[in-house]
Structures are given as C-alpha cells and as structure tokens.
C-alpha cells in the first residue's frame, strides 16, 4: 500500500494485517513467499532484496513472526518481479537495470547472473518440472523479447513479441506425456502460449469483455 506498510492476509475473510513498516528507499515493488519454509522476500525500490525468515507463533494476529532479515545486493535499481522456484531450491531476481540473478534458496547466497537483457528486465518466471527460466525484457524497437534458458543459465532460445509481455507463468504437467508452455499475459489483455520446446506460438486465449493488461498469471 502507499503508506509503505506490507499487509499478510492468512485467511480468506480476514481482513490484512499489519507485518512489516518499510522505509521509503525500500519500498516494496515485488514480493515472493515460501510456504512450507516459511521465507518472504521482497524487492525494493532501491533494488535491495530482503529475506525475512519467520516462525509461527500463537502470541501474533497473524501467528507467524519475523525471526531475522537478510539483505541480498545485486541490482542497482528497482526490483520488477521476485520467483522462488522450490524444486531446483532458487529465488530469481529482474531489475529495471536488466540484470537478473539466481539466488540459492537454502543458503541465500548469489549464484549467477543471467546476462544479455539490453533493458529493463520486467518479468521472470522458472518451471517447476525441467528449472527452465523464461525472462521479458522490453524490446529496442517497441514490445517484448521473452528468453528461455536453462537452470544452468544457458540461452536455449528467445522470442520477439510485437505486443508488451506483462507477465509469465510456466505449465507444470509431467515432462514426456505432455508439452509444457509458457504463457504470457500481454499488454492487450490477451493471454498468448508458446511451447517449451521450441517457443513456437501454440494458441492465445482471448477475453472478449476485457482489453485491460494481464498482469499475473498462474498455473493451478
């Protein structure tokens, strides 16, 4: 919210509560959450990312607790999107100054950087069956460029998207009985789907009461 305060809802018809009071250089612009571990990370402005490591408790509203915080540097700018792909242990960063870095999940520690992107890397998301990581970065002469690389870092392939790519999320069936896509939520209110396997166009999925820009995207 404006006033800079981050707001936990744990149950569906609670109203949000009060965690964490931000200063205004660490802003948050993006936030990621490990369930099962209990970790939140957030992006700032500043483009410092923060590991909050948290315990349940019964003495809180929320029952859960911040035990200690850790700042994660690498980005000179404002963090665009945090993901935190649990099987393959990572926490993937993108910032306005095109970086974007793989953090080991279990030792916050930096592992790579994923280089190449010539401007703002806007959105990331990873698979949860193969690691594989899609990237949008802006396009020099208007819309999106999406990257697949592997979880090594590797560029397997990227795409020109004429439309802005706003968001990405991967498909998560079994590898070998089915194709896997990456679908992208464009600025048009269009949700397009490329395959994993060579990032070939495989449909779109249109909503024909709303142009409005499709800002997040998962899989369930």
Request: charged content about 15%.
């Amino acid at each position: 919210y404006a006033d800079n305060i981050l707001r936990l809802k744990s149950k569906q018809s609670e109203p949000p509560v009060n965690f964490i009071q931000c200063s205004e250089l660490h802003q948050v612009t993006s936030c990621a959450w490990v369930p099962d571990s209990c970790q939140l990370f957030t992006g700032s402005k500043c483009g410092v990312i923060t590991a909050y490591l948290n315990r349940f408790t019964n003495s809180t509203p929320l029952e859960i607790e911040v035990e200690s915080q850790i700042h994660l540097y690498g980005h000179s700018a404002e963090i665009t999107s945090l993901f935190v792909c649990k099987p393959y242990s990572i926490l993937i960063s993108v910032s306005k100054d095109g970086t974007c870095i793989i953090w080991d999940l279990n030792r916050l520690c930096y592992v790579q950087s994923l280089s190449g992107h010539k401007s703002p890397v806007t959105a990331v998301s990873a698979s949860e069956t193969t690691g594989d990581i899609a990237t949008v970065c802006d396009s020099v002469g208007g819309g999106s460029d999406l990257r697949l690389w592997t979880v090594n870092g590797d560029l397997i392939g990227h795409v020109h998207c004429r439309e802005i790519i706003c968001s990405v999320a991967f498909s998560n069936q079994p590898e070998g009985t089915s194709v896997n896509v990456i679908a992208g939520g464009l600025e048009n209110g269009v949700v397009r789907l490329w395959s994993t396997w060579d990032l070939k166009p495989v449909r779109e999925i249109t909503f024909p009461k709303s142009n409005k820009p499709i800002v997040s995207l998962t899989f369930s």
